[in-house]
């Protein structure tokens, strides 16, 4: 991590995702035009961004799409004309699955097209949902990140977020930073753990967390960008809305000094094959 770049401009950008892909590509290119607009450059959209239908089914099946094919390849374009990082979860198409999606979150660089991926790794089988009915778990590998103005970013997904060492792995990969697309469904209590997870993770890994949610009436909006003191440094309601925060490399290596908590630590994160 260098400590002598500028200030990043980041945003989360919060929209209710469809069952129309190009309408979903129309506002993600209206939404992230803003955010460059406004500085940033990089823009966090929301898990399903390219397709998404209040219950899954047979249609998420149809609507998937290989990494590579036309959703992300529009977002490279848009990438590319607006000279922004794109970060959005998508319908993957993934190889060996006839009946199964994957949830996929991609980061598009400008010129680059993509240059991280990530499947969800822990599905949403909780408060009724059953999530893993059409989509298949992301394997455990090696965390990918990517660099933007000094500061390294990593990737993950909405549920993942009840489960710390997911973060930490991404932390202890180089990441300062952790970009998390979401569908958070509203609920009893929900967006208080949506808050309150997506700071201690924030906190606990001195790191930066963009959090995108989908806005209602299926997610809970309340977008956030939180700093390494748990900091809500740009927050969204639940309109469809853009907020833009500043990253700041120094900021990160202050924290990490007046809190020590990486380097103090005692346990290691263990991959073990079998939930």
Known sequence: MQTDAAPLGVAVAQFAPGD???????????????????????????????????????AWVGAAQPVGGPFTTALGALADRLDVHVVAGMIERPAGEERRVANTVVAVAPGE????????????DAFGQRESEWVAPGEIGDPE?????????????????RFPEVS???????A????MPAEWVRGPLKEAHWRTLT???????????????QAPPVGAGNSMV???????????????????AWLSAERIAEVRTRNPALALRRFAVVVRDEP
């Open 226 to 244: 939180v700093d390494p003191m748990g900091v809500e440094v740009a927050t969204i309601g639940e309109q469809t809305d853009v907020a833009v």
């Open 168 to 174: 930490r792995r991404i932390v202890d990969a180089g």
């Open 20 to 58: 129309d892909p190009d309408a979903n590509l129309a506002e993600i290119e209206r939404l992230a035009g803003v955010a460059a607009a406004r500085g940033a450059r990089l823009v966090v959209f929301p898990e399903y961004s390219s397709y998404f239908t209040p219950e899954a089914g047979p």
């Open 113 to 124: 097209g993509v240059v991280a991926r990530y499947r969800k790794l822990h599905l949403y």
């Open 176 to 179: 300062d930073a952790i970009c």
């Open 145 to 161: 990140t990517f660099a933007v103005g000094g500061i390294r970013f990593g990737l993950q997904t909405c549920y993942d977020v």
């Open 199 to 213: 700071t201690a993770r924030a906190i606990e890994n001195t790191a930066y967390v963009l959090a995108a949610d």
